[in-house]
Protein backbone atom coordinates (compact mmCIF):
# COMPACT_ATOMS: atom_id res chain seq x y z
CA UNK A 1 0.00 0.00 0.00
CA UNK A 2 2.61 2.40 1.11
CA UNK A 3 4.40 1.68 -2.39
CA UNK A 4 1.28 2.65 -4.07
CA UNK A 5 1.16 5.59 -2.27
CA UNK A 6 4.84 6.68 -2.97
CA UNK A 7 3.89 6.14 -7.06
CA UNK A 8 1.02 8.30 -6.67
CA UNK A 9 2.86 11.13 -5.11
CA UNK A 10 5.32 10.31 -8.09
CA UNK A 11 3.12 10.69 -10.66
CA UNK A 12 1.49 13.86 -9.08
CA UNK A 13 4.67 15.37 -9.28
CA UNK A 14 5.73 14.49 -12.56
CA UNK A 15 2.23 15.99 -13.41
CA UNK A 16 2.54 19.41 -11.55
CA UNK A 17 5.78 19.93 -13.09
CA UNK A 18 4.39 19.57 -16.48
CA UNK A 19 1.73 21.66 -16.39
CA UNK A 20 3.71 24.39 -14.34
CA UNK A 21 6.17 23.96 -17.34
CA UNK A 22 2.74 24.72 -19.76
CA UNK A 23 1.91 27.64 -17.61
CA UNK A 24 5.52 29.01 -18.24
CA UNK A 25 5.47 28.45 -22.10
CA UNK A 26 1.86 30.06 -22.39
CA UNK A 27 3.43 33.29 -20.67
CA UNK A 28 6.30 33.07 -22.60
CA UNK A 29 4.52 33.28 -25.47
CA UNK A 30 2.14 35.82 -24.15
CA UNK A 31 4.92 38.09 -23.42
CA UNK A 32 6.70 37.62 -26.64
CA UNK A 33 3.46 38.84 -28.76
CA UNK A 34 2.80 41.61 -26.10
CA UNK A 35 6.21 42.40 -26.91
CA UNK A 36 5.73 42.80 -30.44
CA UNK A 37 2.15 44.70 -29.98
CA UNK A 38 4.21 47.25 -27.83
CA UNK A 39 6.79 47.88 -30.68
CA UNK A 40 3.68 47.68 -33.89
CA UNK A 41 1.49 49.80 -32.01
CA UNK A 42 3.15 52.47 -30.70
CA UNK A 43 5.01 52.76 -33.49
CA UNK A 44 2.44 52.66 -35.72
CA UNK A 45 0.23 54.87 -33.33
CA UNK A 46 2.81 57.43 -33.43
CA UNK A 47 3.58 57.53 -37.04
CA UNK A 48 -0.59 57.71 -37.67
CA UNK A 49 -0.74 60.20 -34.52
CA UNK A 50 -3.18 57.85 -32.98
CA UNK A 51 -3.76 58.22 -29.26
CA UNK A 52 -5.72 54.86 -29.81
CA UNK A 53 -2.89 53.01 -31.33
CA UNK A 54 -0.90 54.45 -28.52
CA UNK A 55 -3.31 53.49 -25.88
CA UNK A 56 -3.05 49.98 -27.43
CA UNK A 57 0.83 49.95 -27.36
CA UNK A 58 0.77 50.82 -23.44
CA UNK A 59 -1.72 48.24 -22.65
CA UNK A 60 0.56 45.71 -23.79
CA UNK A 61 3.33 47.13 -21.99
CA UNK A 62 1.16 46.38 -18.93
CA UNK A 63 0.27 42.93 -20.23
CA UNK A 64 3.77 41.85 -20.10
CA UNK A 65 4.47 43.25 -16.74
CA UNK A 66 0.93 40.61 -15.50
CA UNK A 67 3.10 38.33 -17.84
CA UNK A 68 6.19 38.63 -15.93
CA UNK A 69 4.87 38.39 -13.06
CA UNK A 70 3.09 34.97 -13.73
CA UNK A 71 6.86 33.67 -14.50
CA UNK A 72 8.23 34.47 -10.93
CA UNK A 73 4.95 32.47 -9.60
CA UNK A 74 5.62 29.91 -11.95
CA UNK A 75 9.18 29.41 -11.04
CA UNK A 76 8.48 27.93 -7.80
CA UNK A 77 6.90 25.07 -6.34
CA UNK A 78 3.24 24.65 -7.19
CA UNK A 79 2.47 24.79 -3.28
CA UNK A 80 3.94 28.01 -3.08
CA UNK A 81 0.86 29.42 -1.27
CA UNK A 82 2.87 32.56 -0.34
CA UNK A 83 4.24 33.54 -3.49
CA UNK A 84 0.56 32.66 -5.31
CA UNK A 85 -1.03 35.34 -3.54
CA UNK A 86 1.81 38.00 -3.75
CA UNK A 87 1.16 37.03 -7.28
CA UNK A 88 -2.55 37.45 -7.41
CA UNK A 89 -2.41 40.90 -5.82
CA UNK A 90 0.05 42.02 -8.44
CA UNK A 91 -1.51 41.01 -11.00
CA UNK A 92 -4.63 42.25 -9.62
CA UNK A 93 -2.54 46.22 -9.17
CA UNK A 94 -2.10 45.26 -12.99
CA UNK A 95 -5.62 45.50 -13.86
CA UNK A 96 -5.93 48.55 -11.99
CA UNK A 97 -3.47 50.42 -13.83
CA UNK A 98 -4.84 49.11 -16.73
CA UNK A 99 -8.06 50.51 -16.18
CA UNK A 100 -6.11 54.13 -14.77
CA UNK A 101 -4.40 54.23 -17.98
CA UNK A 102 -7.30 53.26 -20.18
CA UNK A 103 -9.66 55.71 -18.32
CA UNK A 104 -7.33 58.67 -18.90
CA UNK A 105 -6.88 58.17 -22.47
CA UNK A 106 -10.73 57.53 -23.37
CA UNK A 107 -11.45 61.14 -21.75
CA UNK A 108 -8.23 62.62 -22.59
CA UNK A 109 -9.58 61.92 -26.57
CA UNK A 110 -13.33 62.79 -25.66
CA UNK A 111 -12.37 65.72 -24.10
CA UNK A 112 -9.80 66.86 -26.89
CA UNK A 113 -11.84 65.35 -29.67
CA UNK A 114 -8.69 62.92 -30.70
CA UNK A 115 -10.13 60.93 -34.00
CA UNK A 116 -8.64 57.17 -34.34
CA UNK A 117 -6.25 57.32 -36.95
CA UNK A 118 -6.76 54.82 -40.07
CA UNK A 119 -3.59 52.81 -39.98
CA UNK A 120 -3.11 49.56 -42.12
CA UNK A 121 -0.68 48.21 -39.86
CA UNK A 122 -2.84 49.19 -36.84
CA UNK A 123 -5.51 47.14 -38.37
CA UNK A 124 -3.71 44.34 -39.09
CA UNK A 125 -2.46 43.97 -35.56
CA UNK A 126 -5.67 44.18 -33.58
CA UNK A 127 -6.69 41.60 -35.81
CA UNK A 128 -4.28 38.91 -35.36
CA UNK A 129 -4.87 40.08 -31.28
CA UNK A 130 -8.29 39.07 -31.70
CA UNK A 131 -7.66 35.62 -33.02
CA UNK A 132 -3.87 35.10 -30.41
CA UNK A 133 -5.38 36.41 -27.57
CA UNK A 134 -8.54 34.44 -27.27
CA UNK A 135 -6.93 31.18 -27.69
CA UNK A 136 -4.26 32.36 -25.42
CA UNK A 137 -6.66 32.63 -22.47
CA UNK A 138 -8.10 29.56 -22.87
CA UNK A 139 -5.32 27.38 -22.73
CA UNK A 140 -4.04 30.11 -19.96
CA UNK A 141 -7.32 28.66 -18.24
CA UNK A 142 -7.27 25.26 -18.59
CA UNK A 143 -3.85 25.05 -17.05
CA UNK A 144 -4.57 27.24 -14.14
CA UNK A 145 -7.23 25.22 -13.30
CA UNK A 146 -4.87 21.84 -13.29
CA UNK A 147 -2.20 23.84 -11.19
CA UNK A 148 -5.36 25.45 -8.91
CA UNK A 149 -3.50 28.70 -9.56
CA UNK A 150 -5.56 31.75 -8.87
CA UNK A 151 -3.20 34.18 -10.09
CA UNK A 152 -2.75 32.30 -13.52
CA UNK A 153 -6.70 32.41 -13.90
CA UNK A 154 -6.81 36.36 -13.18
CA UNK A 155 -4.04 36.43 -16.03
CA UNK A 156 -5.68 34.85 -18.36
CA UNK A 157 -8.31 37.34 -17.89
CA UNK A 158 -6.28 39.99 -18.76
CA UNK A 159 -5.21 38.42 -21.22
CA UNK A 160 -9.11 38.00 -22.50
CA UNK A 161 -9.33 42.03 -22.32
CA UNK A 162 -6.53 42.54 -24.66
CA UNK A 163 -9.10 40.82 -27.16
CA UNK A 164 -12.08 43.01 -25.95
CA UNK A 165 -9.67 46.56 -26.23
CA UNK A 166 -8.35 45.08 -29.48
CA UNK A 167 -12.06 44.42 -30.89
CA UNK A 168 -12.76 48.43 -29.16
CA UNK A 169 -9.65 49.92 -31.21
CA UNK A 170 -10.66 47.94 -34.34
CA UNK A 171 -14.19 48.55 -33.87
CA UNK A 172 -13.41 52.57 -33.16
CA UNK A 173 -11.29 52.88 -36.30
CA UNK A 174 -14.13 51.46 -38.65
CA UNK A 175 -17.22 53.56 -37.03
CA UNK A 176 -15.06 56.56 -37.41
CA UNK A 177 -13.99 55.60 -41.05
CA UNK A 178 -17.72 54.68 -42.10
CA UNK A 179 -20.15 57.12 -39.95
CA UNK A 180 -17.84 59.81 -38.85
CA UNK A 181 -18.37 58.61 -35.38
CA UNK A 182 -15.18 59.87 -33.76
CA UNK A 183 -16.17 58.89 -30.35
CA UNK A 184 -16.68 55.42 -30.54
CA UNK A 185 -13.48 54.10 -29.61
CA UNK A 186 -13.13 56.23 -26.04
CA UNK A 187 -16.88 55.51 -25.10
CA UNK A 188 -16.48 52.12 -25.70
CA UNK A 189 -13.09 52.17 -24.00
CA UNK A 190 -14.30 53.59 -21.08
CA UNK A 191 -17.50 50.88 -20.64
CA UNK A 192 -14.67 48.72 -20.27
CA UNK A 193 -12.97 50.63 -17.49
CA UNK A 194 -15.34 49.07 -14.78
CA UNK A 195 -14.77 45.94 -16.03
CA UNK A 196 -11.67 45.98 -15.79
CA UNK A 197 -11.40 47.29 -12.26
CA UNK A 198 -13.83 44.47 -11.12
CA UNK A 199 -11.42 41.84 -12.43
CA UNK A 200 -8.53 43.60 -10.41
CA UNK A 201 -10.52 43.85 -6.98
CA UNK A 202 -11.62 40.45 -7.24
CA UNK A 203 -7.80 39.39 -7.98
CA UNK A 204 -6.76 42.01 -5.20
CA UNK A 205 -9.62 40.14 -2.93
CA UNK A 206 -8.43 36.18 -4.40
CA UNK A 207 -12.11 36.16 -5.81
CA UNK A 208 -11.06 34.61 -8.63
CA UNK A 209 -10.91 31.00 -10.36
CA UNK A 210 -13.89 29.48 -8.57
CA UNK A 211 -13.26 25.96 -10.17
CA UNK A 212 -9.96 25.75 -9.20
CA UNK A 213 -10.75 24.02 -5.73
Sequence with gaps: MKGTDSHC??????????NAHAGRRLEH????????????????GFAASSIALIGFGADSVIECLSGAILLWRLQAH????????????????????????????ATKSLIGRELPETSP????????????MPLLA????????????????????QTSLCAYLSAILLGGLVLNA???WWWADP?????????????GIDALRGDVCSDCH
Design 9 to 18: SCDCNVSRAS
Design 29 to 44: ITLGWNLIEAIVAGGA
Design 78 to 105: ESDEQRERLALKLVGFSFLLLAAYVAFD
Design 121 to 132: VGIVISVLSLIV
Design 138 to 157: RAKRRVAALLESRALDADSR
Design 178 to 180: LFG
Design 187 to 199: VAAIIMVPIIVRE
